[in-house]
């Protein structure tokens, strides 16, 4: 067995490693389920391209909607080339985040708000006819803004 | 040629820990470490006790609950040092950003007002003025351009509500 026969053996041997690895990819379609349609680059493991693959996130409890076109990277459960799983976004894919199963928009610092006031408010004080006291009606919704936020998360 | 091939994967049996592997999280402990069984039963022995997320953004600290899912890997393919490298959706515990323990709000959620306890007020009265008595007598109209006013205002505690009335439409929570 020569040096080139051994390492196609080693390779061949050893074949599975191919899964070990993360590949760049391109996304397709994105089912109702949240699963992705992809192409891999390398043409070795390209095929028809994967279907169904589904997402692992670096975050619990996130599920995403992502564009057609977007970038990831493609990776192997346990290295087995049946298992495969969609990882690791390069910037400007995303559509949606949802964290927990969340249907409302994240407010922000300087997002508006509105004040809800008491039926009666009592109002004392002067006019120019003499002193009143009394009662104040506000029917009107007030605009508030939010003032603050965390300062390193921004949405 | 077989005996061969197992001697080669004798030599490469680290490459094992080079896999990410399913898992589920039985147990969150309060300093953010996970027990964790892996689906392998090659690797699942009695579980991978107190390991940590590497999380998917910087400054994050994410926490799964019990049952989520997750996939393990072993840093620099060294079986004494997992840790869960990627989550499937759902089996949220808790996340936090740089540090934060103060919850987001979302659009709708309600907000407390904080005014003082007296307001000062100045102005200009415009409408109709009613005069004390029973039966009511009809109101009195404010002089043309209005009734200048300067006092206060006293607002009950609690009794001020507001909601969000806007959000980023592409984060939800």
């Known amino acids: 067995?020569?040096?080139?026969?051994?390492?196609?053996?080693?390779?061949?041997?050893?074949?599975?490693?191919?899964?070990?690895?993360?590949?760049?990819?391109?996304?397709?379609?994105?089912?109702?389920?949240?699963?992705?349609?992809?192409?891999?680059?390398?043409?070795?493991?390209?095929?028809?391209?994967?279907?169904?693959?589904?997402?692992?996130?670096?975050?619990?409890?996130?599920?995403?909607?992502?564009?057609q076109?977007?970038?990831?990277?493609?990776?192997?459960?346990?290295?087995?080339?049946?298992?495969?799983?969609?990882?690791?976004?390069?910037?400007?894919?995303?559509?949606?985040?949802?964290?927990?199963?969340?249907?409302?928009?994240?407010?922000?610092?300087?997002?508006?708000?509105?004040?809800?006031?008491?039926?009666?408010?009592?109002?004392?004080?002067?006019?120019?006819?003499?002193?009143?006291?009394?009662?104040?009606?506000?029917?009107?919704?007030?605009?508030?803004?939010?003032?603050?936020?965390?300062?390193?998360?921004?949405? | 040629m077989r005996a061969l091939e197992r001697f080669i994967r004798w030599v490469c049996r680290d490459l094992t820990y080079h896999r990410h592997y399913p898992a589920t999280v039985e147990l969150a402990h309060p300093d953010g470490s996970m027990d964790v069984t892996p689906d392998d039963a090659e690797l699942r022995g009695f579980g991978l006790g107190t390991i940590r997320a590497q999380a998917g953004l910087p400054g994050t600290v994410a926490i799964g609950a019990r049952g989520a899912r997750c996939l393990v890997g072993f840093r620099g393919g060294d079986p004494e040092r997992p840790y869960i490298s990627a989550w499937s959706s759902g089996g949220l515990g808790s996340i936090s950003i740089d540090g934060g323990v103060a919850g987001v709000s979302g659009l709708g959620d309600p907000l407390d007002v904080l005014l003082p306890?007296?307001?000062?007020?100045?102005?200009v009265l415009n409408g109709f003025t009613q005069p004390p008595g029973a039966p009511p007598p009809p109101p009195i109209p404010t002089p043309?351009?209005?009734?200048?006013?300067?006092g206060t205002a006293v607002v009950a505690p609690g009794t001020v509500t507001a909601i969000v009335q806007a959000g980023n439409p592409k984060l939800l929570v």
Not at chain 1, 77 to 86: V, Y
Not at chain 2, 117 to 123: I, T
């Open chain 1, 1 to 67: 067995m020569n040096d080139s026969a051994l390492a196609k053996f080693i390779r061949f041997v050893m074949r599975d490693t191919r899964y070990h690895a993360l590949y760049p990819c391109t996304v397709e379609a994105q089912a109702a389920d949240g699963t992705l349609d992809l192409t891999p680059d390398d043409e070795a493991i390209r095929g028809t391209g994967l279907q169904a693959v589904p997402i692992r996130h670096g975050l619990p409890g996130v599920r995403v909607k992502v564009k």
């Open chain 1, 69 to 155: 076109g977007a970038r990831l990277l493609l990776g192997f459960e346990a290295g087995d080339p049946t298992r495969p799983f969609a990882a690791l976004w390069e910037p400007g894919a995303i559509e949606e985040i949802s964290i927990d199963g969340g249907t409302k928009p994240v407010a922000r610092a300087g997002d508006a708000a509105t004040c809800f006031w008491p039926p009666s408010v009592a109002v004392t004080g002067t006019t120019p006819v003499g002193a009143f006291v009394g009662t104040m009606t506000i029917t009107s919704p007030a605009p508030a803004i939010l003032a603050a936020g965390a300062p390193r998360f921004k949405a």
């Open chain 2, 117 to 123: 306890p007296v307001l000062a007020l100045s102005g």
């Open chain 2, 144 to 150: 043309p351009g209005g009734l200048p006013f300067s």
